[in-house]
């Protein structure tokens, strides 16, 4: 385990009930990185994402998280799941949902003035700020998405998961997003699996394919046959191009 | 204290009293209860958890009259089988990975079988219609004590962990990782959830009483941005319908769990009926 790394993995394999998911993973991350994760639907990036969380546990190898075991690097860990399964007409509204990002503040799960100014403060960062009374299920894909980001920062966390967060996103607040990530970057480490790496190429340091294996990149020696490689099948260029003009 | 609500109510019966002051009482819970069912999905559970509360009926009548332990009511049976079925099913599903509404249809049928045993070997006492569609006359003042020891349980512990069981209910895995023992909370809702139905199973009976949890707060939701504002209407709903019910009952000689739940399963229709009247109108301008 070493202290400056924020994943640390080696030899892992994970199966959840059958035929591994993720086979003998080698993986190094330091701190203050910005990676991108790509792969196939199906590859294991959210699977991924689950041992880095101590959501599940590897059946081989060893894992650390910032250091420690990753079911106790959980609270330093701002997460944004892919799918999520709300109730669609939760009443709940957007600063509500944002503040459970403060629930570990005392026992009780109480709020204080300071959780709100944190909530209200991120609501601000991802540009959310006039909405934080409207309910959570009157938002659009992209709002929702915006918000859940807010819940990940307002638990300060020192390490970013995001689960393909511009699925949802159309191109112009796509080109905000990335803004939020760049001030972000700043502060922590942030790991974002996304089929698009494009609209953060310049951010991008290393690129992570995940399809069973695990296999870093920089981004500088990335070429299309890699990612053909990767997906098995010629991909779309353009989905792409951005990616393989960058220099890392 | 109950002297000091008669006194309240125009009925001269003390039993009529019962119910009224019960319905009152439950309301509250109900309304707290009922908001976390319907936004958690869990009426399912909550119907199975009232069916199956037949079992501890059945034994508490068959202790009554065949062995003469009259300490062990029907409640106190009523009470024990839910948790025991609430226990049952939220263990299996949180451990077991079975499939979550093979378990329920299971302990929805045996609790009842077991029910219909005991009330079948029971002597002089044949007739489970009361228990299955509810019975004023089986408020007694004792009841109400046990009634009103229920509601504050269920409404300190909702009120002292409200933000956790938004969170558990909204997003389970997100909760987790912020630290909350979702699983916990989980039983927890399930318990509470298993003596608000059992509160209710007595006017209303344990096939009508999913209808009074779930009904006021589907509609509720319709109105509310915020849970707890769910939870407030819902509260002031099911009280509305379950006096407007005991009343309807009371002057029409109807059976009261049936009146009850009409009320609620009428208001739901006609909101639900608005609602779309109201989309299809804003969309035609």
């Known amino acids: 385990m070493k202290k400056d790394q924020a994943v640390f993995i080696k030899d892992l394999s994970f199966a959840y009930n059958g035929p591994y998911v993720l086979a003998e993973v080698n993986l190094a991350l330091e701190q203050g990185a910005f990676i991108s994760v790509v792969g196939p639907n199906g590859g294991g990036k959210t699977t991924l994402f689950k041992l880095i969380l101590g959501l599940v546990k590897p059946q081989k190898g060893e894992l650390s998280v910032l250091g420690r075991d990753p079911g106790k690097a959980r609270r330093l860990i701002g997460y944004v799941a892919q799918y999520s399964s709300f109730d669609e007409y939760f009443p709940v509204t957007a600063l509500e949902v944002v503040l459970m990002g403060r629930l570990d503040s005392n026992l009780l799960g109480r709020y204080g ?45 020192k390490l970013l998961l995001l689960d393909e967060p511009t699925s949802n996103i159309d191109v112009s607040v796509e080109r905000k997003f990335a803004s939020v ?24 340091k290393s690129v992570i394919c995940v399809n069973k294996t695990v296999v870093l990149h920089p981004t500088s020696k990335l070429t299309t046959r890699i990612i053909d490689d990767l997906y098995g099948k010629k991909m779309r260029i353009i989905q792409h191009d951005k990616l393989c003009e960058t220099e890392g | 204290m109950i002297e000091f609500l008669y006194s309240l109510l125009p009925f001269k019966n003390p039993l009529i009293n019962n119910a009224f002051i019960a319905g009152i009482l439950s309301s509250v819970c109900f309304g707290i209860i009922g908001s976390f069912v319907v936004v958690k999905r869990i009426s399912a559970i909550a119907g199975s958890m009232a069916h199956s509360s037949l079992g501890g009926i059945g034994f508490a009548l068959f202790l009554h009259y065949n062995i003469a332990i009259l300490w062990f009511t029907p409640l106190i049976g009523a009470l024990i089988s839910a948790v025991v079925s609430a226990l049952i099913i939220g263990l ?41 569609f509810g019975d004023i006359l089986f408020i007694s003042g004792e009841n109400l004590l046990i009634i009103v020891m229920l509601d504050v349980i269920v409404i300190a512990v909702c009120l002292l962990f409200y933000n956790k069981f938004l969170a558990v209910s909204f997003d389970q895995e997100f909760a987790k990782l912020r630290g909350v023992r979702v699983e916990f909370f989980y039983i927890l809702l399930l318990l509470l959830t298993a003596l608000t139905i059992v509160l209710m199973a007595t006017i209303v009976g344990i096939l009508l ?12 939701g319709l109105f509310s941005k915020k849970l707890w504002q769910m939870m407030l209407i819902s509260a002031f709903l099911c009280l509305v319908f379950t006096v407007t019910g005991l009343l309807l009952s009371y002057a029409y000689d109807l059976p009261p769990g049936a009146a009850i739940t009409l009320c609620a399963g009428g208001a739901y229709v006609l909101v639900l009926l608005l609602s779309q009247a109201k989309n299809k109108f804003f969309k035609s301008i």
């Open chain 2, 92 to 132: 299996v599903n949180l451990y077991a990975s079975q499939r979550e509404d093979t378990v329920i249809g299971a302990v929805w049928a045996i609790g009842m079988a077991i029910g219909l045993i005991f009330i079948f070997h029971t002597k002089k006492y044949k007739d489970a219609m009361s228990y299955l």
């Open chain 1, 181 to 204: 990530l760049e001030e972000l970057h700043k502060k922590m480490t942030i790991i974002m699996a996304t089929h698009d790496v494009g609209f953060v190429s310049h951010l991008v």
């Open chain 2, 209 to 220: 009483v999913i209808a009074l949890l779930t009904l006021p707060a589907a509609i509720a």
């Open chain 1, 113 to 157: 003035k300071q959780d709100m100014r944190k909530a209200e403060k991120s609501l601000a960062d991802v540009g959310l700020h006039n909405i934080a009374n409207i309910p959570f299920s009157e938002l659009s894909g992209g709002q929702r998405q915006r918000v859940l980001i807010a819940r990940a920062l307002v638990t300060e966390p």
